[in-house]
């Protein structure tokens, strides 16, 4: 297919799929033709496939390369391009970055093998059917299984460390990213049989849905257990504005994370904390008019004191997270489904993403060193990546502009 038809051919998917304004349709299609654009632009200039996009550092490129948490969304996009377009060569490179990950199917120091492992060789199974990808992820899925312990009733974070000030302990960290990990179990229980998965994955949401959060269902970030006892120890957080405070894109985890639990289970307890947690969302009165929420909803808020160097001067104007929103924008638009009241959840995702296709948040081409999103936020306590593209940003987006269909 040339690349005209093929640009051409993009647009008609939307054009003739969703069911939407038509402001809203030219705006989407608009969106899906510049990432397109980007993302064939960063497929030249990334040409090792064991480097994978993350973000941008002075205006360039930054790649990780197996070390980290989120390379499995590199690939994601290309199966996610590949399934918008049906265009070979998405699926070629999205195999290629898949494949290099394998090595990573045994990793066991960390949660975050359901991040890389299920938005690679998922979209690769889903995508192709591909036998060898399903065998990968049951392994995968039985690496993450040996981070779980029957006395907390959950799976380990990160191994034992320090909070990000240095001075705190944290002995068992869970935290609220974490739901995201659980698909890949879920997956694996579907396609062994075998309930050890459902069981830790069961597990681990019923825990989270007691432990992680506050009467509003705003969530905690980090909560940290005794191994022993199961007892909480801390609930702090590690990325956002203060312990009591709600981290945009950790309640957007939770969002998201509560509602796939409930697709994969039909469980009401886990539909319960999603609608809470999303209605959270919803009805903040700091979210901003164009539904891209700042990195943390009381960021600068009176009542919220850091213990991290924050100085207010050096944000005059609240940093934006477009991740967060991409993340609760797919995960409206799947809760949407789920609820008699459900249309607020899809009037929302559509105006997210609406607003996430201005020229606000979608980079001009060939700028943003060719991410599709510009405006999220990493970490600002650690003073890393603020205000730039994330890939896991345009990942989400692409899986909301699927979703749309
Ligand atoms: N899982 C890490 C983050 O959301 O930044």
Not at 240 to 247: E, I, L, P, V
Not at 259 to 270: L, P, Q, S, V
Request: proline share 4%; glycine share 6%.
């Amino acid at each position: 297919m040339n690349r005209t038809l093929s640009l051409i051919s993009l647009a008609v998917v939307v054009l003739s799929l969703c069911a939407c304004r038509p402001s809203m349709k030219d705006r989407l299609a608009q969106s899906l033709a510049r990432a397109d654009q980007q993302l064939s632009a960063q497929l030249e200039t990334v040409t090792d496939s064991t480097q994978f996009p993350r973000t941008t550092k002075d205006g360039r490129l930054v790649t990780t390369r197996r070390n980290d948490w989120t390379e499995g969304f590199y690939p994601g996009c290309l199966w996610y391009m590949y399934e918008l377009t049906g265009e070979e060569k998405w699926k070629q490179a999205a195999t290629r970055w898949t494949e290099a990950l394998e090595p990573l199917k045994t990793l066991t120091n960390h949660h975050d093998i359901g991040f890389l492992m299920y938005c690679s060789f998922g979209n690769a199974y889903r995508l192709t059917g591909n036998e060898h990808y399903k065998e990968v992820l049951v392994e995968a899925a039985r690496s993450l299984c040996t981070r779980f312990n029957p006395h907390t009733g959950c799976i380990e974070s990160w191994n034992y460390r320090k909070a990000w000030n240095g001075k705190d302990e944290w002995f068992y960290p869970v935290i609220i990213d974490n739901m995201m990990n659980l698909e890949l179990l879920y997956f694996a229980a579907k396609v062994t049989g075998d309930t050890l998965f459902t069981h830790v994955a069961n597990t681990h949401a019923a825990t989270t849905a007691r432990n992680h959060f506050r009467p509003d269902y705003s969530c905690y970030h980090v909560v940290d257990y005794d191994e022993q006892t199961g007892a909480v120890l801390h609930r702090a957080t590690c990325q956002g504005f203060t312990d009591n405070s709600a981290w945009a894109r950790g309640q957007a985890w939770a969002i998201y994370g509560f509602t796939m639990a409930y697709r994969e289970t039909g469980r009401k307890d886990f539909l319960d904390v999603a609608v809470r947690a999303a209605d959270f969302w919803l009805n903040h009165p700091r979210l901003p008019e164009d539904g891209i929420p700042y990195w943390d909803f009381n960021a600068g808020e009176e009542g919220y004191a850091p213990d991290w160097d924050y100085d207010p001067h050096d944000y005059p104007v609240i940093p934006r997270d477009a991740s967060a929103a991409a993340i609760t924008a797919s995960a409206f638009l799947e809760l949407a489904d789920y609820v008699p009241a459900g249309k607020k959840y899809r009037t929302e995702a559509e105006h997210i993403l609406n607003s996430l296709s201005s020229p606000e948040y979608l980079a001009e081409a060939g700028t943003n060193a060719n991410f599709i999103l510009k405006h999220s936020v990493g970490s600002i306590p650690h003073g890393s990546e603020i205000d730039v593209p994330l890939v896991y940003a345009d990942y989400y987006f692409l899986e909301a502009l699927t979703r749309m269909r």
